[in-house]
């Protein structure tokens, strides 16, 4: 008995006597399972696999192993028929003509079932079907996008991101041809095979595609690739690949000659009969996996990042056509024009306020006796910009008729910090010289300040942090489901008694009673049962007064809004069936969204539990989003490599971004309301052009994942923050230029463009 057994009681089986071990010799094998099925007390099983192994008779075992060539093989497992009038032949085999024999036969039952469960080929097709010529075929394939010299650079890129799908789709055809009703010894072969193609080509495509390889190494059996959404999108969808025309014909040449750029017919081909099947097997998942979008432009002007815009499993990726299930839109610049312009100019302000706050800022203007200010109390009226739809006030989100106090001064405080702030302008740094005189200076004028906070004491992190307009509070939430608040002015963060009548609160002397006497510039606040990934406080008052509510998003798939005057949990929303990942309020207050692990995006209202809209459509998790800043769309970047752009009100997506190859982590958009920016585990920011859906330019340099962006109030600058312990400041509207050395660690970088960590006034290259 094994170490393994557990001591006998009255409830365990008893073990087996003597009597039970096998008569004859047995392999280790064959031993180590019996004492596992012995220490399991599956006394059944073990003697059924007892009397498996009685079962060989002497001859077998002293009979050498025989083996068979292949053509023998598949005579002796393929499903077998013949007619008296052609004896040893079998009628089965061509699969054009199984449904005419079996009628002449008289339809026997038992092939007729066995047949349709195969499928719509023929047995010995299909046990015909050699899995190595897949490796062969792609191995050779491999050969030629890396050794060609007629291939035009940018088509390298198609080339080996068409071979990468090719070699996708061939696994997962491999380990597929396992569930079909094969003999087990032809299903071990095969799984065998998938195995092996995998071990032998995946570490030349690790390096930018280490995600899906991962992935796609989990994937074992037939049921998990069955079950596996992203093995079903790569068997199912067409693989889109953009090429120009030359390369695609140098491409078609390879396949159908097996050398390229000859003549059909003149080439000399694949070098024998498994060279031949190889080039099949390739050609089989050509036709069958991959779209080609062959284009006339000329290679050398095709930017050698275009590539993920145009290449991928896009047709899940794009939203269908309205009103059709079936018709879909083949490129994302397709869908984004049929949506028409988008008004992204900026909110209408009332009429009313407008006038109360214009009387406030010249009542300031009188007191403080600034004869400068007293001519700039006029808010500016939003002005058409080309290219951009102002919206009207009948096109915002419902709202309060009237406007509050706290209304008019947000709108002064707007008005006077614009006044007083810097304006940053990092182009003047293009042409800089790090060493002269004036460098000071004009850095100063083209960089911002930075001030940094640190959290000691974190056990299990901190996995979001966020400070109020008016920079009197700090919030962050917390691993261990808290969130903690401080007061970054010194002063006492009070609650509210517990003891208090509520009867007795008739004015704001009675609630300042109530208070809590005794305060700290710190509180936590305790409602969660899960990590708090989101914290935000609402943006009503600007930064004229303190935020009156915070908004927290919970792993336990719950956002909460907390008074910050009693400093207590108000209301719980739920309605996502997952962990809420992100929580960001309306510009203007009142609505607020969230982003889920359930794959949809929410609009909820603070003065109802259940939420507004439901934006669904990504493939993934929505990990991150943004409101536009006039409120009417909201910005969403999800796990299925994608941003999109809702409409608020419509609950439509009107704009689709592809081109990270990677989980977009975060997003921002632009103060002027033209460009959106999004970054993750790709390690690279892109800007957009909000208007046309297309990319401006890809910046990068951060060495590790991205979390954070944000933009100056001129839109002329983003500040990205990342897991490579590093803040950088890049140049939205430079167009970029040659690289220069960057700067020691330690100082504050700016960047432009593509490439490695830049210091300030590197100009990197990047796309247009």
Known sequence: MSTATPPASSQSPAAPSPAQEPSHNVSPVDRAVLEYLRSRGHNSAEKAFLAELEGATPDDKGKATETIDADELVKTLAVFAHKPSRPGENVLKDSSN?????????????????????????????????????????????????????????????????????????????????????????????????????????????????????????????????????????????????????????????????????????????????????????????????????????????????????????????????????????????????????????????????????????????????????????????????????????????HPPTFKSIDVEREVSSVRDARKRIRLDPTVLANLDASSPQASAVRARALPSVCAYTLHDVVEGSPCCTFSSDTSLMAAGFSESYIRLWSLKSEKLQGMRSDFNASSIKDVSSLQKIKEKKGTTTRKLIGHSGPVYSVAFDPVGGSATPPKYLLSASADATTRLWSLDTLSNVVAFRGHENPVWDVKWSPMGIYFATASRDRTARLWSTDRVSCLRIYAGHLSDVDCLQFHPNSLYLATGSSDWTARLWDIQRGSCVRVFLGHQGAVSTLALSPDGRYLASAGEDLAINLWDIGSGKRIKKMTGHSASIYSLAFSGESSLLVSGGADCTVRCWDVKGPGGSKSKPRENGSIGLANGDNTPSGYGDDDNLET
């Not at 056509?321 to 879909?328: F, P």
């Open 98 to 398: 199984v449904l005419q024999e079996l009628t002449a036969m008289g339809n026997p039952s038992n092939i007729q079932s066995l047949i349709s469960s195969i499928g719509s080929v023929g047995a010995e097709e299909i046990l015909s079907l050699d899995p190595t010529d897949k490796q062969e075929g792609f191995r050779e394939l491999e050969a030629w996008v890396d050794g060609s010299l007629d291939i035009p650079n940018s088509d390298l890129f198609y080339s080996r991101y068409s071979a990468t799908s090719t070699w996708i789709s061939s696994s997962m055809d491999l380990k597929t041809q396992v569930s079909k009703p094969l003999p087990k010894i032809l299903a071990l072969l095969t799984r065998d095979a998938a195995l092996r193609f995998f071990s032998t080509f995946s570490t030349s495509l690790s390096p930018s595609h280490n995600a899906t390889l991962h992935h796609i190494s989990t994937l074992l059996l037939p049921a998990h690739v069955q079950n596996d959404e992203l093995a079903q999108r790569f068997r199912n969808e067409k693989f889109s690949v953009r090429m120009s025309r030359s390369g695609f014909g140098l491409l078609v040449g390879w396949l159908t000659e097996g050398v390229g750029g000859e003549a059909l017919g003149a080439g000399d081909g694949f070098s024998g009969e498994k060279g031949k099947r190889g080039r099949a097997a390739v050609m089989r998942v050509v036709n069958n996996h991959l779209r080609f979008d062959v284009t006339s432009s000329n290679p050398s002007s095709v930017s050698p990042h275009a590539w993920e815009e145009s290449t991928g499993l896009l047709s899940s990726l794009i939203p269908k056509a309205s009103g059709s299930t079936n018709a879909s839109y083949t490129s994302p610049q397709t869908f984004n024009a049929s949506k028409g312009d988008l008004k992204l100019g900026p909110a209408p302000l009332g009429d009313e306020l407008r006038a109360e706050a214009e009387r406030v800022l010249r009542e300031q203007a009188m007191v403080e006796r600034d004869p400068a200010a007293q001519y700039e109390f006029q808010i500016p009226r939003p002005t058409s910009v080309p290219g951009m739809v102002i919206p009207s006030e009948s096109d915002l989100l419902p």
